[in-house]
């Protein structure tokens, strides 16, 4: 069973702060590891698609890189408006096209 | 408008009536997805269809049905309302299933 885990759950940062959130994943043969951002009463919105291990993206403050067993999405000098939930998700070549998602890291940036 | 709508955005329903969640979108993607969000499980898969008439379950079916009698609408319909599936509950598109989804806006449904 395909499986993604989310850490950490909250993350309070300072504007400026850099950090990193983590997805670990098992899945049997990834087909793609995705990052959506969501903010409050809305639905999820697409950030990124990683397909092999040494892959990486970017995007403005957001770049997410994919090992063989997790995910990283990296933000740097976050601003206010980076704040929203992260999550992850994995679709595996067995999925049907289904993507299994974890419960997310919610992501405040303080001013 | 371009795009994937949901509605209602809001309901509330009673304990055992029928209740049916409207989704559109406008892109004649092939598969359409219904996910619902609950705190602690993230967001998890109801029914997902391939192409209009071709339904399956996903990780959590009971007490839900679906159809897509057209492309470009998938309503999900409960049955029987349960206390258990006040949720957010979110539609979604993709054209081959493969290269990620784009999510509706999502309806928020109390059943009291």
């Known amino acids: 069973e395909d499986q993604v885990t989310q850490s950490p759950e909250a993350l309070r940062l300072q504007e400026g702060e850099s950090s990193s959130l983590n997805c670990s994943y098992t899945?049997?043969?990834?087909?793609?590891l995705f990052w959506y951002r969501q903010d409050p009463g809305e639905g999820p919105e697409f950030l990124f698609t990683l397909y092999s291990a040494g892959e990486e993206k970017e995007k403005e403050r957001l770049k997410a890189t994919l090992t063989k067993k997790e995910s990283f999405l990296h933000i740097t000098a976050p601003k206010p408006e980076d704040s929203a939930t992260y999550l992850c998700?994995?679709?595996?070549?067995?999925?049907?096209?289904?993507?299994?998602f974890g419960q997310g890291t919610r992501l405040t940036i303080n001013p | 408008d371009a795009g994937i709508t949901q509605s209602p955005r809001y309901k509330i329903t009673e304990t055992g009536r029928q209740v049916t969640l409207m989704c559109h979108q406008t892109?004649?993607?092939?598969?359409m997805f219904w996910y619902r969000q609950d705190l602690g499980h993230g967001l998890r898969l109801i029914y997902y269809?391939?192409?209009?008439?071709?339904?399956d379950k996903g990780e959590v079916p009971d007490g839900y049905v679906v159809s897509r009698s057209k492309t470009e609408n998938f309503p999900l319909t409960l049955e029987s309302a349960t206390r258990s599936q006040t949720s957010v509950y979110f539609c979604?598109?993709?054209?081959?299933?493969?290269?990620?989804?784009?999510f509706g806006s999502g309806t928020r449904l109390t059943v009291v």
């Open positions: 979604a598109s993709s054209a081959d299933g493969y290269y990620g989804y784009t």
């Open positions: 899945v049997s043969g990834l087909r793609g």
């Open positions: 998700a994995v679709q595996g070549f067995q999925g049907a096209q289904k993507l299994v």
């Open positions: 892109w004649s993607h092939s598969y």
């Open positions: 269809s391939a192409a209009a008439d071709i339904t």
